[in-house]
């Protein structure tokens, strides 16, 4: 419930006929039925709703506990965590399930960060000023550190 109060802000609204009841189902087919989400069931119209469709978690066979303290490791790291330290912090994740976690919520964090225009005053602890990039991926050297 935490989580369809987290997507629907108000109220659940279903995405073909707008209705607001639901039903929650848990898949038997899966494998690991018990540990997924459960979905949203339109008691209007009987489309199935995942609280996780339109988000970066769609589809992921990562579950979603490992998703919150990747997006924390992401969020923290100034100078750009590797998809092999987030991987070996989150233990059990391979390294490409890393980086295509890691591609996503790079991804989220730039369209997120394109909706706010600094304005007036800013004022910066420390920021990063261009730097020489000596090829694509982890081998780039980083960036100049300017103090404030
Ligand atoms: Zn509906």
Known sequence: ??????????????????????????????????KRVPLLVCKSCHRQTSVTSGTIFHK???PLTKWSPAAYLVSIDKCGISATTL???????????????????????????SIYKLDGDVHLAEFFLGGISHGAGNGAAPPHVVPS
């Not at 369809?4 to 039903?23: H, N, Y």
């Open 1 to 34: 419930m935490h989580l369809i109060q987290l997507r629907w802000k108000e109220r659940f609204r279903c995405p073909r006929c707008e209705g607001i009841e639901f039903m929650l189902v848990r898949s038997t087919r899966c494998r690991d039925a018990e």
């Open 60 to 62: 992921s066979k990562v």
């Open 87 to 113: 991987g070996r912090h989150l233990s059990v994740v391979s390294y490409w399930s890393a980086w295509l976690m890691l591609n996503k919520l790079r991804k989220a964090m730039s369209e997120r960060n």
